[in-house]
């Protein structure tokens, strides 16, 4: 039998594209030979989508759903559905119809050759092609993944997101962390289609966070895996700065003659900078080492918990 794949589509004002995506995603199960069950989480919708979902669900069998109390945003919406989904493999979809349900075995295709994660790759006009051109652009540079959209849509193995720390607005990094983590990624030219209801969530305060976020991820995924290494080079740079000055200032004093109170104050500032940074790192080394054992600890729970579901 083959694997249960878990379609999460998080819904935030969507009322107007609930009941045709359901219908759509209907048709899929009738006809694919691959088996389904669609997660649908109102993420703290204002507008009629709750109910369209109650309803859609009394008619569909494969649904299941949940709704936040208020907006909490895709990531959290995500989480939401990882905790009910039952399958192997999850799918995030969204429910607006820029992507057709049709399209879903192509883009899990790749899950059952060999791949954890399979990306998709918008194919179609679309607005902000250029926003999201120089956002993937610096998301490759950066973090030398060689996929060409980050903000599409998603397949993966339920076990890529298992010990997956995702803080809010971090489902777009999923395929960079998971990569960081050693899981093969696969692409696929997924279709986009006009939006026909509905608005874009799209703001565009969304640029400059999605940028903070980015530099963020790679802190994560980089200078904060050996944290005392990278504050400790920085806490160098300013301890030898501060030396340097000190002996310019003794030159200064006993050789020429002049005596330089500013230069006191600068190497009192600089080597206090350095030993702030060497802190900041055995700090951070602490909490580093603290969240590892945490994980460890979290996989033999889970393991005694398989292990005991399986006796049982």
């Known amino acids: 039998m083959s694997s249960l794949i878990s379609v999460i589509v998080p819904a935030y004002n969507e009322e107007g594209n609930i009941s045709e995506f359901c219908r759509q995603f209907g048709e899929l199960v009738e006809k694919s030979p691959l088996r389904f069950e669609l997660v649908l989480i109102d993420d703290g919708s204002d507008d009629g989508t709750y109910g369209k979902i109650i309803k859609a669900a009394e008619s569909y069998p494969f649904i299941k759903y949940a709704r936040h109390p208020y907006n909490l945003g895709l990531t959290e919406a995500l989480q939401t559905g990882f905790s009910l989904a039952s399958g192997e493999l999850y799918v995030f979809y969204p429910a607006d119809l820029q992507y057709r349900p049709e399209d879903i075995p192509a883009l899990v295709k790749p899950l059952f050759e060999g791949a954890d994660v399979s990306t998709g790759w918008k194919q179609g006009k679309y607005k902000r092609r250029i926003v999201s051109g120089i956002y993937n652009f610096l998301s490759r540079k950066i973090f030398g993944l060689k996929v060409h959209d980050l903000n599409s849509v998603k397949a993966f193995k339920a076990d890529v997101v298992k010990d997956m720390f995702l803080r809010r607005d971090w489902h777009r990094y999923l395929v960079v962390m998971a990569a960081d983590k050693g899981h093969r990624i696969a692409e696929v030219r997924m279709p986009l289609y006009e939006r026909k209801w509905g ?19 790679k802190a994560q995924l980089s200078f904060l895996k050996k944290p005392l290494l990278f504050f400790g080079l920085i806490g160098s740079f300013f301890i030898v700065i501060g030396i340097l000055v000190g002996l310019y200032a003794i030159y200064l004093r006993f050789i020429v003659g002049e005596g330089q109170r500013p230069l006191l104050y600068l190497v009192l500032l600089l080597s206090g900078l350095g030993m702030g940074f060497f802190i900041l790192g055995f700090l951070a080394e602490s ?23 399986d006796r049982d």
Do not use: H
């Open 287 to 309: 909490l580093a080492a603290l969240r590892e054992e945490m994980g460890a600890v979290r996989k033999k729970i889970d393991k005694l918990i398989g292990s005991s579901g």
């Open 199 to 217: 608005k874009s969530k799209f703001s565009i305060w969304r640029i400059p966070v999605g940028v903070l976020d980015m530099l963020a991820v």
